[in-house]
């Protein structure tokens, strides 16, 4: 099983009670929609499946989830802080008009202040936010991709603009 055809859903933060119940953080847009008996987890670079025996979710972006054959917090530990996958088939195919921050990779973003930045060349995602790299000035300069700092998104022309916090840049532009 190779990690290219699953796409990653969450991520477990912690475990739930005695029993084995794991408490999860979901990036995933809308994987409340999606039915699946299994869900993946990587382990030791392979991605091994656990069968799903409940799943709830009790507020966005969480989810309490409870394994067959995980029935102890024993065993429940060794998977927090790990992600979980599913198959590439049960991914929701996206309609060509729904635009994602996750589809910022190759813009060029543009800074308020300081100009042209660069070619966005990564978009990574982490439990809490989203975050882009740009080489700028022959350095790997990350901000996040949020509402406060995007001032609009150029989709056809292939541009963000953004005004970052004073500052930011200087941290990796020293030394």
């Keep these: 099983m190779k990690t290219e055809d699953y796409f990653r859903v969450g991520t ?15 990036d995933f847009d809308g994987l409340e929609n999606i039915e699946f008996t299994a869900v993946f987890f ?18 966005t972006n969480t989810a309490y989830l ?4 995980v029935d ?6 060794l998977l927090v ?16 008009n729904e635009f994602t921050l996750m589809d910022l990779q190759g813009f060029i973003a543009i800074d308020e202040n300081h100009g042209e930045l660069g070619e966005i060349t990564e978009v990574i995602e982490y439990p809490q936010q989203i975050i882009a790299s740009v080489h700028y000035k022959n350095r790997e300069v990350l901000f ?20 970052l916090p004073d500052g930011l840049l200087d941290v990796y532009l020293e030394g």
């Design 144 to 163: 996040p991709l949020n509402a406060e700092f995007i001032k609009g998104i150029d989709v056809e022309g292939g541009e963000i603009y953004l005004a």
């Design 42 to 59: 990587e382990v030791a670079g392979k991605l091994v499946p656990y069968f799903v025996s409940t799943i709830k979710y009790p507020m």
């Design 66 to 69: 409870v394994l067959e054959e």
């Design 81 to 96: 802080k790990k992600d979980l996958y599913l198959p590439n088939k049960l991914k929701p195919v996206k309609d060509e």
């Design 72 to 77: 102890h917090i024993d065993k429940a530990s």
């Design 12 to 26: 477990v933060t912690k475990t739930r009670g005695l029993k084995g119940e794991l408490q999860v953080y979901v």
